[in-house]
């Protein structure tokens, strides 16, 4: 049995925001409600769902960068929401980030080796000016870049390059678990292969654990052992990556594979289109979040939420229809 990495129990964020300039009382936005998983050691846990959906914000949460509203979150045993800053950042270095735009997350004023070589300071890891560079050098092989461009600046690199270099960042400090946020959304196609490929190739290596943010099920399908699909901040199902591909539950699943591409053309799929927009955030329905644009919907869905429900081992679904 492989242990428990990583630990989410009815996570919660809200974000307070003014919309009306004459109004006193700011409104709410649920951007996470109360979701739960778990993320075992050395496997890697997609997390899947449309843009706005709060993907990135758990993520951010997690890491530390946001405060959740209410839940906890354990981390190998350890409840990081009730530990004190200090106290967090001896954590930190074992939890870390790539981020989603690769031309945003370097700072341009450094050079590669202080943009890698900067974590190493900040957590005490290295103690000269050599040692840093030698461990910036051999990041930089890691990721398969030449070993001397830590003396140039990120606007000199490509964007494929520049998201290596964010990866090399993030295994400076030797993590146990890496949140990657959309990392080949803004890559093209080959060298998106290219970076999946690398990540699959360091947690071989550095036996490490991820946590995958993306809105592609097919590079989903590629790099997950387990998925968690969100809707409006709410999970709809989660489950072993073959359980979920093979027999998705949840209608909202069921619509996003339908939306991914066949590559044989004599192969068709049948089209789930779904009717009307992703409400508000601001003001989202009552009961289950999908109601309003589920084909299947009954009474019941317009004013209770549905509990989580294993239909079969580790595959759970929200949703009234398995109630």
Known sequence: MRQVTLQVEKLTKEFHI??????LRPRSVHAVNGI???VLQGETLGLVGESGCGKTTTGRMILGLIPPSSGKIYFKGIELTSLKRREFLKIRKQIQMIFQDPYASLNPRLTVANN?????VVHGLVHSRKEKLERVK???AQVGLDTEYHKRYPFE???GQRQRIGIARALAVQPDLIIADEPVSALDV???AQVINLLEDLKEKHSLTYIFIAHDLSVIKHISDRVAVMYLGYLMETGLKDDLFR???HPYTKALLSAVPVPDPNRKRTRILLPGDIPSP??????CVFHTRCPNVRAVCRHEAPFPKEVETGHIVYCHLYL
């Open 190 to 192: 080959s060298l998106q």
């Open 157 to 159: 690199f490509s964007g």
């Open 247 to 249: 027999n998705p539950l």
């Open 18 to 23: 003014r919309t009306d300039p004459f109004s």
């Open 116 to 120: 890698i070589g900067e974590p190493l």
């Open 138 to 140: 051999e990041l930089l």
């Open 282 to 287: 601001l003001n989202p329905p009552t009961g």
């Open 36 to 38: 739960s998983f778990t």
